[in-house]
């Protein structure tokens, strides 16, 4: 469906332009005084990354609405695409002016602390002598130019570059020659940081974007060809990111997938971004060159592009400009020296990362792949780490024969071709490889260990990725209990044979039951409400979108269900309109780590329950993919949650008001700063001292080091 040309209609927040606002959210972190100089460098980064993917998807789906003219032709459906389009363009513009002027602000405070961002015309000789060898040395064998006025073929240019349209003069021609030539240069991101790091002077340190330096050793790349004069300017473009599976005799999905992420750089582009000095004449040629037209975004911004990069800036050897380290902790309930799957069978265990190390899980897996009473393991991969411990032990356990299942999500967005990869090194190794059901991704993150002494599972609300589990906040719940065991196994069934029926009586699974669940569970705490007893919702969660979802939700405000919600991103849900949603309350928390974790607490009739899971509340989660909740059962990890919401509830120093507004007001509450994942570091850092002191004296593996 469609979002309606207003931001909001009937309650409810358009999801393109809620995602907007969340986007902004980041971007006001970078704007904040008591954040790190260096961590504001990385939210602008991040900021600029999440928007190119908005485009390569959300937008490239409008712009496809509006091109489409084939029958059933709507026109009031793509009237109403065409006016979303020119709303997230004037926020895409509102808020680029607000980047810009965020970024030379840090630039300013940076060159209080000794670190100069400087560009090519300001080089004294002795730097301009070092981008002289640093061009001789490196840069002359990696920059190609392609001289589009000559005719030059602009085949396989990717979006993920960045790019210098270049200018160049004679200024005394001769009658073969022209007196303008333009063309473009790619630059050469894959051997190179985009910031070149010069020989520290009187303890400055001084950096150059790439971009310039290009720019500065133009006459050397154009040496020979009788140019006098060059300009060049940085642009880049965002290409529609949409894969198109065209069914082929023979050809399995794995093969469809395959073709279609190499198809996918032949995609339309959908957004040009370029530097707004650029004269007119090459800016007219570069966007005929790319097929730029009027149903494309154009934004004019300043002299640099693709600003994702600011995620990797160098730290100068300023930790101190950073973030204060918070070194992940391994897990104080499983005991150093014992067996976590022993351990595991005797009391559930909660892993919440990356307050708790990784390794823990790791650990888990190297057991079962070496423990002779282990028969087999069953795992979902949705994204893996570039060198994914997680296929090692997996590779690991089927080299000592155990059965080993991996359902691998081929439709992983943006991660296809590295998931393509780590698949055929697994079936190389033996591993059962599954690809799951066509038609419906699978997104659940689930493994089951089995076990003559007994079979185990985790379950996630993340993936299973060691590179996430350091900046994404997620808990893992590891049980023995036989029924939510047993059902995970059947999870696996469906995956290898969605034909077969398939029931559940206490994890909830999408696309069967998930979506009726959450409404009944709703509907339990109306009812209780209407009876004048205690009812409310507390959950944590990345989206809100889903407009029945959100109906109900309204229903039970105006019932008088309390409701008080964490939600990072999309939330189409607006709080506080008279006789609809007094009663809901949400938050988002921006701050160090990416809060990804999906915990529900449903407390009506005294009565508390409790789940965790990957979905979010959105249509594609609860109708188009597989996901699962699992029910909490034990007191201790109940209480464990529940602190989690209190805390990011709690929070006043790195949580904004969620309210469909769009103004993203920091939540204050007049009492002494709280910020929520200090304060959870602080948390497990006491459990852990506490647990140490029963432990040998001996033992110092508290922290991961």
């Known amino acids: 469906m469609l979002p ?91 808020y680029l002016k607000e980047f810009e002027q965020a970024f030379e602000k840090i630039k300013r405070l940076l060159q209080k602390e000794g670190i100069y961002l400087i560009d090519e ?81 009187d303890g400055r340190t001084f950096i150059l974007f790439l971009d310039d330096v290009v720019r500065f050793c133009l006459p050397y790349i154009f040496a020979g060809l009788h140019y006098d004069r060059f300009e060049a300017y940085t642009f880049k473009f965002t290409r529609d990111a949409e894969i198109e599976l065209y069914s082929g005799i023979g050809e399995g999905l794995l093969e469809k997938i395959a073709r279609g992420v190499k198809n996918r750089k032949k995609g339309e582009p959908v957004r040009f971004v370029y530097d707004r000095r650029m004269p007119a004449d090459l800016l007219r040629h570069v966007k005929k060159k790319l ?92 994204r893996l780490a570039k060198n994914s411990k997680v296929v090692k032990a997996l590779i690991c356990a089927a080299r000592h024969g155990k059965n080993v299942t991996v359902m691998v999500e081929l439709m992983a967005r943006f991660d296809e071709s590295s998931n393509i990869n780590w698949s055929q090194k697994m079936q190389d190794e033996g591993i059962h490889v599954i690809f799951g059901v066509e038609g419906l991704k699978v997104h659940g993150k689930l493994t089951h260990i089995s076990s003559t002494l007994g079979d185990v599972a985790c379950i996630s609300t993340g993936n299973f990725h060691e590179g996430n589990a350091k900046l994404y906040t997620d808990v893992t719940l590891c049980t023995a209990n036989e029924a939510i065991v047993r059902e995970v196994d059947k999870v696996f069934t469906y995956i290898e044979r969605p034909y077969k029926q398939a029931s559940f009586r206490h994890l909830l699974v999408a696309p069967q039951h998930l979506r009726r669940q959450i409404l ?66 949400i938050r988002g928390i921006i701050d160090r780590y990416l809060e990804h974790s999906r915990i529900l607490i449903f407390g009506g009739g005294g009565r508390e329950r409790y789940y965790i899971g990957s979905a979010d509340w959105m249509p594609r989660n609860l109708d188009h993919r597989v996901e699962v909740y699992t029910p909490v059962y034990d007191p201790q ?16 120093v790195a949580a904004r008001i969620v309210d469909g507004s769009g103004k993203n007001r920091l939540y204050q509450n007049g009492q002494e700063p709280f910020r929520s994942q200090e304060r959870l570091y602080t948390y497990y850092c006491a459990q852990n001292e506490a647990e140490q002191t029963q432990r040998p004296s001996n033992s110092n593996d508290h922290a991961e080091k």
């Not at 980041?26 to 939210?43: G, K, M, S, Y």
């Not at 570059?161 to 991101?189: C, M, N, Q, W």
């Not at 559930?348 to 990356?354: F, K, T, W």
């Not at 079962?368 to 009473?373: G, I, N, R, V, Y």
């Open 520 to 585: 009944s569970l709703i509907n339990d705490e109306i009812r209780w409400a209407r009876q004048g007893k205690e009812a409310y919702i507390l959950a944590k969660i990345n989206h809100i979108t889903d407009e029945k979802i959100i109906e109900k939700l309204y229903e039970a405000s105006q019932a008088g269900v309390k409701m008080r919600f964490l939600v990072r991103g999309n939330c189409s849900l607006v709080t506080g309109i008279e006789g609809l949603s007094e009663n809901i309350e």
């Open 291 to 382: 097929n730029i037209d009027r149903y494309d975004t154009t934004d004019g911004g300043s002299r640099y592009h693709n600003m994702k990069d600011l995620m990797s800036f160098p730290t100068c050897g300023r930790n101190d400009l950073r973030f204060k380290p918070q070194p992940p902790l391994l897990t104080a309930t499983f005991s150093p020296y014992g067996s976590t799957l022993e351990m595991i069978r005797q009391q559930d265990h909660l892993l919440h990362y990356p307050y708790h190390s990784f390794s823990s899980y790791i650990r888990i897996l190297r057991e079962a792949a070496l423990s002779p009473e282990v028969k087999s393991i069953k795992t979902t991969v949705y």
């Open 637 to 652: 990890i109940q209480a464990q949650l529940k602190l989690i919401l209190e805390y990011g509830l709690a929070d006043n």
């Open 4 to 94: 309606s040309t207003e931001p909001i209609k009937n309650g409810i927040l358009s999801r393109d332009v809620s995602w907007m606002y969340f986007n902004h959210r980041i971007l006001q972190e970078a704007q904040r005084d008591n954040v790190p100089l260096l961590e504001r460098l990385t939210f602008l980064g991040i900021y600029s990354n999440n928007l190119d993917e908005f485009f390569r998807v959300r937008v490239s789906a409008l712009r496809r609405v509006i091109e489409y003219q084939q029958e059933p032709y709507n026109p009031h459906v793509r009237n109403e695409a065409i006016q979303q389009m020119k709303l997230l363009n004037r926020l895409t513009k509102r």
């Open 121 to 201: 015309t300001q080089l004294d000789e002795q730097q301009a002598n070092y981008i002289r060898h640093v061009y001789r040395n490196d840069l002359n064998s990696s920059t190609y130019p392609l001289m589009t006025s000559l005719g030059a073929r602009l085949n396989d240019l990717t979006d993920s570059g960045i790019y210098l349209a270049v200018k160049l003069f004679r200024d005394h021609p001769s009658k073969t020659e022209h007196a303008v030539d333009y063309a473009l240069i790619e630059l050469p991101t894959k051997e190179f940081n985009r910031f070149i790091v010069l020989p520290a002077q």
